[in-house]
Structure formats: C-alpha cells, structure tokens
C-alpha cells in the first residue's frame, strides 16, 4: 500500500545555488536541448499531482510562476541549500502536507517515474527515502512529515545529507541523477545525447 499518496506531497525545487563552479552566467538558464536548463525536471514533473509546487530561487530571472511554482526568494544563498530547503520546508508545513520531495533545478534528467518510486518505498511519516546511483545517495528526496524538525534545524551546505545517507535509498540510472555544477558537466549531458 502506498502510505503517502502523492497529492498530500509539497514540491520543494531548490534553484537559488550561487553556480559559482559554473562561472557567471546563470546556469538554470543554459540551454540544453532548446529550452533552459531550469526547466527540464519543471517539465518532466509537470504531471505529477503534487499538493503544491514551491521554487526556491535567488535572483534567475526564469519565470517558475508561469510554470505552477509559488516562488521563494532566498535572500541569503550564501547560507547553502540548508537556508533554501527551510523556506521550502517551512512554506509547506504552512500549507498541511504528509512530506516533501526536495529536487533540484540542475538535475535536468529526473523522471516522474523515480519520483512515484521515491514514495513507494516511503514507510510513512517519519521517511526519509533518496535516490542513489547505486554508489552516492542525492536528492531527489523525500521527507516525511516528522522529519520537518530535523530539516529546520539544518545548516550550512550539509542540506540534510547525513539525514540522506541514513534514510532507504532508491536507485535510478546515473545519467538520470547527474547534476550540473560546471560548463564541462552540461558538455556531457549534451553528448549523452
């Protein structure tokens, strides 16, 4: 049985890192197969029912909003995700939610698919379930509700990792969960292609 349906689920999407491995420009807005980086996991999740859909940005001038997103400006990037995963957390614990699945904006291959599998194997409230390559755990994550204390705790740019490495991970192809943190990163992307 699935114990946390989907539509009680709060969307957090962290999109305010400071991409400073990336060099200036903003690399949520890189193109990558005609659209901005951004906007590849808004796109693949656009059809999951999720309760609600929060972006944490810092100053890209993409337009989430147009996209289903509540944004949260985060004032602070310097902070690390740590700061942007509490406005995330604290924006849906307002709202009433069973948990939250924390993705990124740079993460432009995730599927609906491992998101659905993220919560089947969550056990409830307490979960913490993230995807892993088979080798490294890495967000997506799911965190259930009795989590939320120990994320608003966080700090710095650990973003719950220790929390990750502890909770059940799901695994998911390596090129599904790659991440882009400089130039030479989306030249791979572009050549998996």
Do not use: W
């Not at 539509?7 to 990558?32: H, M, T, Y």
């Not at 999720?50 to 997103?69: H, I, M, N």
Request: glycine letters at 8%; a negative charge; proline letters at 6%.
């Amino acid at each position: 049985p699935i114990l946390i349906a989907v539509e009680e689920c709060v969307l957090i999407l962290l999109a305010a890192g400071r991409s400073r491995r990336f060099g200036d420009a903003d690399k949520l807005q890189e193109p990558f197969l005609g659209k901005p980086l951004a906007y590849h996991v808004v796109t693949a999740l656009e059809d999951v029912p999720f309760k609600a859909r929060f972006v944490v940005c810092s100053g890209t001038e993409l337009d989430f909003a147009s996209r289903g997103y509540a944004v949260l400006h985060n004032h602070n990037p310097d902070d690390g995700m740590s700061g942007s995963v509490k406005l995330g957390v604290a924006a849906a614990r307002e709202i009433g939610c069973a948990a939250v699945v924390i993705a990124l904006a740079d993460m432009p291959r995730v599927t609906a698919t491992h998101i659905h599998r993220l919560l089947e194997a969550a056990s409830g409230p307490d979960a913490v379930v993230a995807s892993s390559n088979g080798v490294h755990s890495s967000p997506p994550a799911l965190f259930g509700v009795d989590q939320f204390d120990a994320l608003m705790t966080l700090s710095g740019d650990e973003g719950g990792r220790a929390m990750v490495r502890a909770g059940r991970h799901v695994i998911a192809p390596e090129a599904e969960l790659l991440d882009i943190d400089r130039p030479e990163d989306l030249e791979r992307l572009r050549a998996l292609r």
